[in-house]
């Protein structure tokens, strides 16, 4: 079965500030990864992906994430947060192979609040 | 090219009444699934609709029910509410290739239960 574990429900940081938000993955198989973030009161929107080919991935909005298979980690980073990035930010991991659905297993959360 | 769209925004219903959701897929996508939010969790699988048919189904009981149309819009139904399905209901649509495509997920539907 697959799990997804986002270390820290709420992390703050400064504007111009270095972004890490966690996330590590259980998979018996070569997962899929992907971050999406939600604004209030929307859906969510998909920032970057994860699907086996290179290791770093970059998104949308100056964000980057790491698959590091023997860290079972997908962590999300941005150089320089900027006040626009407060928002939900959510871990997700689907698995690869033939008959798979793409069903998408969510981690719970990270509230990212930005000060300025 | 329109996103995905869900209606209604905003839904309040009383226990024990029924709610059907709709979900429209984004362009050229041909799989839709449901997604169940509770205030403060992520997003849970409810189920996956492809071809018309339930493909697979998450953890949740026989009161939720879906349906696809030959336009691939889906229906989520939800009989008998509880007072914990409050919830907000996302609709996420995919193509599906051979293989997982990203879902791209619709605004939202809040449903309150009083």
């Known amino acids: 079965a697959q799990s997804v574990t986002q270390l820290g429900s709420h992390v703050s940081v400064s504007e111009g500030a270095l972004v890490l938000l966690r996330c590590n993955y259980s998979?018996?198989?070569?997962?899929?990864l992907f971050w999406y973030v939600q604004y209030p009161n929307q859906g969510l929107q998909l920032l970057l992906k994860y699907t086996s080919a290179a290791t770093l991935v970059k998104g949308i909005n100056g964000f980057e994430a790491e698959f590091k298979k023997s860290e079972t980690s997908f962590h999300l980073t941005k150089p320089s947060a900027h006040m626009s990035d407060a928002a939900e930010y959510f871990c997700a991991v689907s698995v690869s192979g033939s008959g798979n659905t793409g069903k998408l297993i969510f981690g719970q959360g990270t509230t990212l609040q930005v000060k300025p | 090219d329109a996103g995905v769209t869900q209606s209604p925004t905003h839904l309040i219903k009383t226990r024990g009444q029924q709610v059907t959701l709709r979900c429209s897929p984004k362009?050229?996508?041909?799989?839709v699934s449901w997604y169940q939010q509770a205030l403060g969790q992520g997003p849970q699988f409810i189920f996956q609709?492809?071809?018309?048919?339930?493909?697979q189904r998450g953890n949740f009981p026989d009161r939720f029910s879906g349906h696809q149309f030959p336009n691939y819009s889906s229906e989520l139904n939800v009989n008998a509410l509880l007072l914990g399905d409050s919830a907000l209901y996302l609709c996420?649509?995919?193509?599906?290739?051979?293989?997982?495509?990203?879902?791209?997920f619709g605004p939202g539907t809040r449903l309150t239960v009083l």
């Open positions: 996420a649509s995919s193509y599906n290739v051979g293989g997982p495509d990203t879902q791209y």
């Open positions: 998979s018996s198989v070569p997962p899929y």
């Open positions: 609709y492809y071809e018309e048919e339930e493909r």
């Open positions: 362009s050229g996508h041909d799989t």
